[in-house]
């Protein structure tokens, strides 16, 4: 089974970067998943608030369905600038009954990455859980979140996105898509 969680996250202005989506598209991250009935199932919440704890309602399943998993309660974006970081707080819950499995998660440009879009490319991601480095690099990365996520458990991980203070001028008034991609395998 696939969850994904995707966004467009990051767009530059001025000296700065905006995380979050136009007006008009969905805001947040987005879920997706495959379904299966002996499905290894997660639901996941985000925030960019550190101190956020997810609530029944905030729980997006996976299961075939897309739905939006906002980052901020009144729907704004989160700026970075160069030089500059900001960090999205990612639930994982498994939600199977009795299944347990490894969780990986990946960072992935977007779906339709234009050849002179090079802002994605330049962009640094790290991912950390219970103090652990899950992922760390600029571009495509991907880790372990972790080998035996049990029925009911739920993982935090703080994924961090930085743009380099040296980043080209180039990327000024440019916007790219990040997606993050959380995978789920029954053992």
Avoid: K
Wanted: glycine fraction near 12%; hydrophobic fraction near 45%.
């Amino acid at each position: 089974m696939l969850v994904a969680l995707a966004a467009v996250l990051l767009g530059a202005g001025g000296v700065t970067a905006t995380l979050g989506v136009p007006r008009g598209a969905d805001e947040g991250l987005v879920v997706f998943s495959a379904p299966g009935e002996d499905a290894f199932r997660l639901s996941v919440a985000a925030s960019a608030d550190n101190r956020w704890l997810p609530t029944a309602e905030d729980w997006r399943p996976g299961g075939g369905r897309r739905s939006v998993v906002p980052l901020r309660t009144d729907g704004g974006p989160l700026y970075l600038h160069p030089g500059g970081a900001v960090t999205v707080y990612l639930f994982i819950r498994n939600a199977s009954a009795e299944l347990s499995g490894a969780v990986t998660m990946s960072i992935v440009p977007p779906l339709q990455q234009e050849a002179q879009d090079e802002f994605f490319d330049h962009l640094c991601f790290r991912a950390v859980t219970e103090g652990r480095e899950v992922l760390e690099g600029t571009g495509r990365v991907a880790g372990l979140v972790d080998r035996e996520l049990s029925a009911g458990e739920v993982r935090r991980v703080s994924l961090t996105v930085a743009l380099p203070a040296d980043a080209p001028s180039s990327l000024i008034d440019r916007i790219t898509g990040v997606r993050v991609h959380v995978h789920a395998e029954n053992r």
